[in-house]
T-cell receptor, first 113, second 115 residues
Framework: GENVEQHPSTLSVQEGDSAVIKCTYSDSASNYFPWYKQELGKRPQLIIDIRSNVGEKKDQRIAVTLNKTAKHFSLHITETQPEDSAVYFCAATSMNRDDKIIFGKGTRLHILP | DTAVSQTPKYLVTQMGNDKSIKCEQNLGHDTMYWYKQDSKKFLKIMFSYNNKELIINETVPNRFSPKSPDKAHLNLHINSLELGDSAVYFC??????????????FGQGTRLTVV
């Protein structure tokens, strides 16, 4: 089955700097890679996703890159702001009917003033 | 309109009791999930239902049983609750399979505390 590894588990960056979170996946059949943000006491919510036919996607300060050959994908947040402080999860899933969405173990991002 | 709703939000109960958590989605999705989030914030999948069929059953104790009366509902029953069951349980739904998967929408979570 799919296995998703996520690093780092904790990340502290100065406000205004960039943050990068990296994930790897094991199942070459995976073709959909969402990223979720979970604020304290809240539910996980999608912030950006990428499909396997695309190498990069950007939405304002957030971008995601995918390297299918290496089975790596990364989240990039530029010009970080205090409200970016949260736990971020990467995930991977495939088109199989019996597939499931497998999450990485999360990265706790702290934005330092 | 709430897309995925689960009740209750908080549940405090004694060891050995049986409890249920309800989940409903109004998105027309074909797959619903239950995830357990422990104190370390790991999101671990417990069950997945596709069109009322259990398609995966991770290695969770058989004290946990999902029940889906229809495509829009997936309830979680827990028998003989143990201290280690304390966690936040999230229900989620998504549209799976070809032509493409879509994002999972999560309920607000149920914080279960077993005392």
């Amino acid at each position: 089955g799919e296995n998703v590894e996520q690093h780092p588990s904790t990340l502290s960056v100065q406000e205004g700097d960039s943050a990068v979170i990296k994930c790897t996946y094991s199942d070459s059949a995976s073709n959909y890679f969402p990223w979720y943000k979970q604020e304290l006491g809240k539910r996980p919510q999608l912030i950006i996703d990428i499909r396997s036919n695309v190498g990069e996607k950007k939405d304002q300060r957030i971008a995601v890159t995918l390297n299918k050959t290496a089975k790596h994908f990364s989240l990039h947040i530029t010009e970080t702001q205090p409200e970016d402080s949260a736990v971020y999860f990467c995930a991977a899933t495939s088109m199989n009917r019996d597939d499931k969405i497998i999450f990485g173990k999360g990265t706790r991002l702290h934005i330092l003033p | 309109d709430t897309a995925v709703s689960q009740t209750p939000k908080y549940l405090v109960t004694q060891m050995g009791n049986d409890k249920s958590i309800k989940c409903e989605q109004n998105l027309g999705h074909d797959t619903m999930y239950w995830y357990k989030q422990d104190s370390k914030k790991f999101l671990k999948i417990m069950f997945s239902y596709n069109n009322k069929e259990l398609i995966i059953n991770e290695t969770v104790p058989n004290r946990f049983s999902p029940k889906s009366p229809d495509k829009a509902h997936l309830n979680l029953h827990i028998n003989s609750l143990e201290l280690g069951d304390s966690a936040v349980y999230f229900c989620a739904s998504s549209q799976t399979g070809p032509p493409m998967n879509t994002e999972a929408f999560f309920g607000q979570g149920t914080r279960l505390t077993v005392v």
